[in-house]
């Protein structure tokens, strides 16, 4: 069934399963212990530590489909204790009454401040959910020590040029979530261009990606060409 158009491409093609889930082979290889972990649907709490783009939050999303958890979501950057409570409370209910497990996700945890961060604590200790964070900080200087030893700490590395046209292919031909039912293309010295200027980052990728055959449709084009991408890039 085709995703919603109306939402912005890096969205729509934000992968759903870990075998879409591009790049990071140095953790999520078959044998190392994250993929085993997640395959096998054996949770912990954990950090992930990386550049914008690298999918951290879709990594997260997905350990908690693999392992039927429910995933609430909380931006340090707009939550207070008043969300972390009601997230408490909402983990609660679900061990309680669906005896499924939670995964609390905290984007940009090193916002947080030190109690804001001891918060968490007990209620990660008692099982009430599984804490996952993501940080651009080294999280030895932005996180408190107690967190720390409670999760186990993940470097996401920025994507390579290969894995950000791996990234572009897909979205030119996936017809239901990306460009494929419009006929967008590109020639590939332009893709090449496109991946370099995205500096390791999926979803500045895919951005520039979308205002690009915005720009080719206005012109009633369907082919990014080196004028459209100049544009774009600049």
Known sequence: MPD???KPLADRMRPRQLDEYIGQQHILKQGK???EAIKSGHLHSMIFWGPPGTGKTTLARIIAQHSDAEFIPLSAVLAGVKDIRDAVTQAKQTQLEQQRPTVLFVDEVHRFNKSQQDAFLPHVEDGTFYFVGATTENPSFALNNALLSRARVYVLNALTIEDLLVVLN?????????LGA???TIAAPIKQQFAEAADGDARQLLN???IASELALAHDEREITE???KEVLS
């Open 4 to 6: 919603d158009l109306t």
């Open 208 to 210: 520039l990606l979308e």
């Open 33 to 35: 212990p994250l993929y």
């Open 227 to 229: 004028a459209f991408a």
């Open 182 to 184: 419009l006929g967008i």
């Open 170 to 178: 897909q979205a030119l031909s996936d017809k239901d979530r990306g």
